[in-house]
């Protein structure tokens, strides 16, 4: 059975991701990474994912903290959403980078043949590490810096989502089963979700624009 | 004054890269790297090291092991030199890559120009993640996926000894006063080098052919 590893944050993207990979006949070895991350309750959420999913193994990363970002650090406020173009201060530092390392990694050791990971570059943040370029710069990197990209079996980077809306990416999901009612997206990381940070507008707007009840409580 | 961060494993080629770092007028900011990997002496002399240059700070980041590789699974044998082309089971997967990646995030985080890397894709291994097609792979991920690149200002991959041979590198690192007295770099990890790995055989010969004395012990 062919196997695919999973960016895997309890979120509604990447839920769906493993929704499609599951659809796409991949054996399921979901990724999650504790970074110290405001909202670490969604790695709670994400082994439940793991589990509804029936994934083969669940692996948690935990990463050092190197701060700079209001995602990581305590004395910076999340801010509520602005939308005007520029990296918010949410940005974590290499952060893709360095979830798509650990993913590699793993995927080249138990010889895996994707690795799905969640971005969208339509209602996005404005992060950098989201975008189309990123991806294919990131796919080069596996391909020439791997055994297994130098023996022509490269790793594949599948972005389910890099094109599509929010609203898109839920109906995406529901086709497909995923529990959204196990999912957080909420920034700020409370039981409930504040409504008002960035992922929350883009999520609430996505449920609405798809014509569908977002499943988790707010604030 | 300007930033490097140096990847630095108390090894010889990145022993040298913190003297041209430092040659080059860099505030230096050496990062270590603890995987679990057999010859963790390593990072005691990259102590040392960094002391000896006088280093702004020294970090040391603890990366989870995925295994697969006979320099962190203590039940693969670290086989003696073979240099037949082939990729060597010494190969970590994905190791330059997660290195970069948290390099990169601390760059980003303390405002580096220059991230050093002591790859030589001359007297190597032949690990795919040293050679000159990889650097320009992660150097591409860092102009598009980093908020410093995206802002035009991007953190520059900088590898002085990735066209020279062992023995020209330790030519370079003889001028700029290198205390390869304390580096390390054998794959065993023993006080004394074992002299057979493909690492110890690379030094010998460098050494030899530079017409210098390689001032470690070995068995």
């Given at each position: 059975m062919?196997?695919?590893v999973?960016?895997l944050?309890g979120?509604?993207d990447?839920t769906?991701?493993?929704?499609?990979?599951?659809?796409?006949?991949?054996?399921?070895y979901?990724v999650s990474?504790?970074?110290n991350?405001?909202?670490?309750?969604?790695?709670?959420?994400?082994?439940?994912?793991?589990?509804y999913?029936?994934?083969?193994?669940?692996?948690?990363?935990?990463?050092?903290?190197v701060?700079?970002?209001?995602l990581?650090?305590?004395?910076?406020?999340?801010?509520?959403?602005?939308?005007?173009?520029?990296?918010p201060?949410?940005?974590?530092?290499?952060r893709?980078?360095?979830?798509?390392?650990?993913?590699?990694?793993?995927?080249?050791?138990?010889?895996a043949e994707?690795?799905?990971?969640?971005?969208s570059?339509?209602d996005?943040s404005g992060?950098?590490?989201?975008r189309?370029?990123?991806?294919?710069a990131f796919?080069?990197?596996?391909?020439?810096g791997?055994?297994?990209?130098?023996?022509?079996?490269?790793?594949?980077?599948?972005?389910?989502?890099?094109?599509?809306?929010?609203?898109?990416?839920?109906?995406l999901?529901?086709k497909?089963?995923?529990?959204?009612?196990l999912?957080?997206?909420?920034?700020?990381?409370?039981?409930?979700a504040?409504g008002?940070c960035?992922?929350?507008?883009?999520?609430?707007?996505?449920?609405k624009?798809?014509?569908?009840?977002?499943?988790?409580?707010?604030?």
């Amino acid at each position: 059975m062919k196997k695919a590893v999973i960016l895997l944050s309890g979120g509604l993207d990447s839920t769906t991701c493993m929704a499609v990979a599951k659809h796409e006949g991949y054996e399921l070895y979901p990724v999650s990474f504790d970074y110290n991350q405001r909202h670490k309750r969604e790695l709670e959420l994400a082994k439940e994912v793991a589990a509804y999913f029936d994934a083969k193994e669940h692996r948690v990363f935990t990463i050092q903290n190197v701060g700079g970002s209001a995602l990581t650090d305590p004395s910076i406020d999340v801010p509520e959403y602005e939308g005007d173009g520029e990296i918010p201060i949410t940005y974590v530092p290499a952060r893709n980078v360095l979830f798509l390392s650990y993913a590699l990694g793993y995927a080249e050791v138990i010889g895996a043949e994707a690795i799905f990971i969640g971005v969208s570059a339509v209602d996005f943040s404005g992060y950098p590490d989201c975008r189309p370029e990123f991806i294919d710069a990131f796919q080069q990197v596996v391909n020439v810096g791997t055994a297994a990209g130098v023996k022509g079996n490269s790793i594949k980077i599948e972005t389910p989502i890099i094109n599509l809306s929010k609203a898109e990416t839920i109906k995406l999901g529901l086709k497909y089963d995923t529990p959204y009612h196990l999912t957080t997206s909420c920034y700020n990381g409370g039981e409930k979700a504040c409504g008002v940070c960035d992922s929350c507008v883009l999520r609430l707007k996505g449920f609405k624009e798809a014509g569908a009840e977002d499943p988790v409580a707010y604030v």
